[in-house]
């Protein structure tokens, strides 16, 4: 049973550039949330994605926006980037219909901007 | 809003020690706690789920408890060994599957010494 698969695994961009960062759901999850991790710091919640629609969304700005598709991946997209986006980002899904469901995350995506 | 503290921040101890990292939370109106393992440069790793109400939950060495009246839980590792060497980290969630994203402390950096 595949777990909660990102990609890529890191990556380097330029200030101003734009990234996208993609995530497979664990097998039967039907819902995807994104984290920004940044060096020594807990994660902090940027969105939910449930059925294809943004659920609940933390203090980012709209610069950071995503995607989730029939299938339930998701990608998460940041325009115009800052130096100060420069953190792994992390994936986690669960099954929102099941209460107190065990959340699982993947193992992220190191962005580094330059 | 929900804020989630951790102490320490880092633990250094002998191995075959016996010992409990803390964790406290603002709003009681918690609606489960788990608690994740973090190896350098990794994602995250599910260790414990607690539901509201439950009091505790066991996994093997690891047992962890929640005290939703005093805002606390604790992670009590047995037997430490290096292996357990990792970062450690709590997070919180309002709602079932962390529907509005889970709130972590920044967790505690443990090293088991041989």
């Known amino acids: 049973d595949a777990g909660v698969t990102q990609s890529p695994t890191h990556l380097i961009k330029t200030r101003g550039q734009q990234v996208t960062l993609r995530c497979s759901p664990k097998s039967g999850h039907d819902t995807v949330s994104w984290y920004q991790q940044a060096l020594g710091q807990g994660p902090q919640f940027i969105f939910q994605?449930?059925?294809?629609?943004?659920?609940q969304r933390g203090n980012f700005p709209d610069r950071f926006s995503g995607h989730q598709f029939p299938n339930y991946s998701s990608e998460l997209n940041v325009n115009a980037l800052l130096l100060g986006d420069s953190a792994l980002y992390l994936c986690a899904s669960s099954f929102l219909s099941i209460s107190g469901n065990t959340i699982y995350f993947g193992e992220g995506s190191w962005l580094t901007v330059v | 809003k929900q804020e989630v503290t951790q102490i320490p921040a880092a633990l250094s101890v002998p191995e075959g020690e016996n010992l409990v990292l803390n964790c406290s939370f603002t709003?009681?109106?918690?609606?489960?706690l788990q608690w994740f393992r973090q190896d350098p440069g990794k994602g995250l790793t599910s260790l414990l789920l607690i539901q509201s109400s439950q009091r505790e939950q066991t996994s093997g060495r690891l047992n962890a408890s929640l005290d939703k009246s005093s805002g606390r839980s604790t992670l009590y590792i047995a037997a430490s060994q290096p292996g357990d060497s990792a970062t450690y980290l709590c997070a919180g969630a309002s709602q079932g599957g962390g529907a509005d994203g889970l709130t972590f402390g920044k967790g505690t950096h443990l090293i088991i010494q041989p």
């Open positions: 994605y449930y059925e294809e629609e943004e659920r």
């Open positions: 709003d009681s109106a918690i609606y489960n």
